[in-house]
């Protein structure tokens, strides 16, 4: 399994202190999440848009990564101007459409997608083991950071265990239905993946108890913060909260 | 189901986040260090199995099992939820890090609530066990369905049409849900009971 798609690269963005760019994310996305209005959203839409260009990502992925985001929106954008309260209403036929509401989603799609931007841009474009590790810095508690890290590095090797039997199954001329059979079949593969889980996490932790664990992996890497890190920080988080005065 | 980024209101995110964080909280108290890596793998498979679609009449929905996650782990349910939630929305950005608060509340609260509720049903006879896994796994994701609706009216009323209509999707993947969840209780009683009570078992 390739899950970290946008995490190669060179760009600047790329380069970043990762607890500079988680840092200057949770303000982008903060403000962006609270602005109303349309021109506020626009605005941090553009500068999303700014940043995702300095980060030279994959363009086909990325564009398929913003299409199924805007599935949600799409829900949204036929519900809301049919029933937001608006004195002004365009007519088509029997239904009422309400000028405030299509503004309202606008909006919305505005947001979603100026965040879903920079996610990509800032987050995803560090390794999700590099993020775990400026998070330990950023005061989230050590417990949690161990979990997270076990937790993904395990989901490819449990991965690789449901291939496994699904391939099993498969060999076994099994066809997946709307029937009994059907699902009492996906609850075994699951409780084998639970018992192999398990068993695995024994095993995990009896290694970890030989190598002395203490409850907290020590750090082997450190970061260092260089000059174009604090300029980032200071320009980007400027820009966020000017867009939002 | 997960809500998107930018959809909330202010209030409700914050709302969403605190609660969550409480919940965090108390999991991470519950969760000895013998029992970190149980936690992880566990929510691991988890993870890989919101990667598997199951048909459901002439579409599928991929599993969720968060009444599953709830009565294997308790409180611990809130931050293997979140975990799996935060991993979701940097990697492939479904559902998102503002609404990380709302949608792991939403998912984990049902989760310990039928934690408490049908977990004891496990530890009896066979057809117990299977009618707490079945209601386990399928009021999980009503109660889920109804928090993520009363998140998107408190947000604005006009939304009301959406929230109705996330819960009406929810309830045949509910009774599909529950199904599974019943079977796996069953299963993992008879070929390793000691999953259902992994706190107890480590060494």
């Known amino acids: 399994m390739h899950l970290e798609v946008f995490s190669e690269g060179s760009s600047p963005i790329h380069r970043l202190d990762p607890r500079v760019k988680i840092i200057v994310f949770t303000i982008f996305s903060i403000l962006c999440a609270t602005s109303t209005g349309l021109k506020t959203p626009f605005l941090y839409l553009s500068y999303s848009i700014c940043l995702i260009l300095l980060a030279r990502v994959k363009l086909r992925p990325f564009l398929s990564r913003l299409f199924l985001a805007n599935f949600f929106i799409l829900f949204i954008w036929i519900f809301i101007p049919l029933f937001y309260s608006g004195n002004t209403h365009y007519s088509i036929g029997p239904l009422k459409i309400s000028k405030e509401g299509v503004m309202y989603a606008l909006s919305i799609t505005l947001k979603c997608n100026g965040i879903i931007i920079a996610t990509i841009a800032l987050l995803s474009t560090s390794t999700v083991f590099s993020l775990a590790h400026a998070l330990s810095h950023l005061k989230v508690p050590i417990k949690l950071i161990t979990i997270f890290f076990l937790f993904y590095r395990y989901i490819t090797v449990i991965h690789l265990e449901y291939l496994k039997i699904k391939r099993a199954v498969l060999t076994r001329g099994f066809i997946a239905r709307t029937n009994l059979h059907t699902y009492r079949t996906f609850a075994y593969i699951m409780a084998g993946l639970l018992i192999k889980s398990y068993e695995r996490a024994e095993e995990i932790y009896r290694a970890m108890l030989c190598r002395g664990f203490k409850g907290y992996f020590p750090l082997f890497e450190h970061f260092k913060i260089r000059k174009s890190d604090i300029i980032f920080f200071i320009v980007a988080n400027s820009i966020s909260i000017y867009f939002w005065i | ?203």
């Open chain 2, 1 to 203: 189901m997960h809500i998107s980024e930018g959809v909330l209101s202010a209030p409700t995110l914050i709302a969403g986040a605190v609660l969550t964080f409480i919940g965090i909280a108390i999991g991470l108290r519950n969760i000895g260090n013998d029992h970190i890596p149980k936690v992880a793998v566990l929510s691991s498979a988890f993870f890989v199995a919101s990667l598997i679609h199951v048909p459901i009449g002439p579409s599928s929905a991929h599993l969720v099992l968060n009444g599953l996650v709830g009565m294997l782990l308790g409180w611990a349910a809130f931050p293997s939820i979140f975990i799996s939630l935060l991993l979701q929305a940097v990697l492939f950005q479904f559902g998102g890090i503002t609404t990380l608060g709302v949608n792991t509340f939403a998912m984990a609260m049902p989760a310990v609530i039928c934690h408490y509720l049908f977990r004891k049903m496990f530890l009896r006879g066979k057809n117990l066990a299977l009618l707490g896994g079945f209601l386990g796994g399928s009021l999980s994701l009503i109660i889920a369905a109804l928090f993520i609706g009363i998140a998107l009216v408190e947000t604005d009323k006009s939304l009301f049409a959406v929230a109705g209509t996330v819960l009406a999707v929810h309830l045949p993947i509910a009774l599909v849900e529950g199904v599974i969840t019943a079977f796996v209780v069953v299963y993992l009683k008879k070929v390793k009971p000691e999953v259902l009570n992994w706190k107890k078992n480590s060494d």
